[in-house]
T-cell receptor
Framework: GAGVSQSPSNKVTEKGKDVELRCDPI?????LYWYRQSLGQGLEFLIY????????KSGLPSDRFSAERTGGSVSTLTIQRTQQEDSAVYLC???????????FGSGTRLTVV | DAKTTQPNSMESNEEEPVHLPCNHS???????IHWYRQLPSQGPEYVIH???SNVNNRMASLAIAEDRKSSTLILHRATLRDAAVYYC???????????FGTGTRLKVLA
């Protein structure tokens, strides 16, 4: 597609359940990023993938969070044993290479009840 | 990472120019200045970026102070569609991780 696609757009889950959020970047973009935005806050960096390099996981808030990127394209962010403080909009972005021209998706709004 | 400071909110009348300021007093020589904006219920979108010289594109202009410790995003004629949160971000050449602050919420009055 022409843009970054994220699914689902909304997800409501019960506390303690695992969730998977998906990101389809723009074709050909080698860099992929995940950010989190809590209500009324700025964006919080989570993780960065660049080509075949080891990802920068420095922003992941706990070991309940993990992400993978298969075949240098689609990425999945997994949150295990969700907590209420995980409720936020999770945004994915891609760029042709690291550091320039991010294109963001519309995000997945996660609500943990 | 170098930090930016922006006003929390600003208002503008429709059809008038808007000047959104950003202070970055700790900027280093290799830091680029990027502006993104986030419309309601959307992810951020790229607006403009620059290093030392002023920049113009179809969306906006970026005026960079001579000492590079501040910059101003200029929307030449604000429209209701320009109501958004505007983020000023610094990134060093070779780095990739944008640090978003809380930005400036721009309200455009009809």
């Amino acid at each position: 597609g022409a843009g970054v696609s994220q699914s689902p757009s909304n997800k409501v889950t019960e506390k303690g359940k695992d969730v998977e959020l998906r990101c389809d970047p723009i074709s050909g973009h080698t860099a992929l990023y995940w950010y989190r935005q809590s209500l009324g806050q700025g964006l919080e960096f989570l993780i960065y993938f660049q080509g075949n390099s080891a990802p920068d996981k420095s922003g992941l808030p706990s070991d309940r969070f993990s992400a993978e990127r298969t075949g240098g394209s689609v990425s999945t962010l997994t949150i295990q044993r969700t907590q209420q403080e995980d409720s936020a909009v999770y945004l994915c972005a891609s760029s042709p290479s690291g550091g320039y021209g991010y294109t963001f998706g519309s995000g997945t709004r996660l609500t943990v009840v | 990472d170098a930090k930016t400071t922006q006003p929390n909110s600003m208002e503008s009348n429709e059809e008038e120019p808007v000047h959104l300021p950003c202070n970055h007093s700790t900027i280093s020589g290799t830091d680029y200045i990027h502006w993104y904006r986030q419309l309601p219920s959307q992810g951020p979108e790229y607006v403009i970026h620059g290093l030392t010289s002023n920049v113009n594109n179809r969306m906006a202009s970026l005026a960079i102070a001579e000492d590079r410790k501040s910059s101003t995003l200029i929307l030449h004629r604000a429209t209701l569609r320009d109501a958004a949160v505007y983020y000023c971000i610094l990134s060093s050449s070779g780095t990739y991780k944008y640090i978003f602050g809380t930005g400036t919420r721009l309200k455009v009055l009809a």
